[in-house]
């Protein structure tokens, strides 16, 4: 069993920065494979970036260049460090884990967060 708490989230200008961070129970950490997702008002769920165990990343092509996932095994805490933020970005931001999955289907990942709220203004 895995328990995943984000934070980080908040009201922020078009152009600023934010970092969010989920924090994570259990002595296995570094072999589950941990994801970001967001859910705009209205919206479906959509996949934002990917980290393996390993270490590989990969990032949607909406977040490419701006979005960047890392984990800190040690801390077992994964983070989405979030610049050039554009109003776009605003949604309620997830991050979920599955010790096999690693895939972009929101639908495979056995474990969420609850999630935190990103308001970008223009």
């Known amino acids: 069993q895995v328990q995943l708490v984000e934070s980080g989230g908040r009201l922020v200008q078009a152009g600023g920065s934010l970092r969010l961070s989920c924090a994570a129970s259990?002595?296995?950490?570094?072999?589950?494979?941990m994801a970001w997702f967001r859910q705009a008002q209205g919206k479906e769920r959509e996949f934002v970036a990917v980290?393996?165990?390993?270490?590989?990343?990969y990032h949607a092509d909406s977040v490419k260049g701006r979005f960047t996932i890392s984990r800190d095994n040690a801390k077992n805490t994964v983070y989405l460090q979030m610049n050039s933020l554009k109003p776009e970005d605003t949604a309620v931001y997830y991050c979920?884990?599955?010790?096999?999955?690693?895939?972009?289907?929101?639908?495979?990942?056995?474990?969420w967060g609850q999630g935190t709220q990103v308001t970008v203004s223009s």
């Open positions: 979920a884990a599955d010790p096999t999955w690693r895939g972009t289907s929101e639908r495979e990942y056995r474990y």
């Open positions: 259990g002595r296995t950490f570094s072999r589950y494979h």
């Open positions: 980290i393996w165990g390993g270490g590989t990343t």
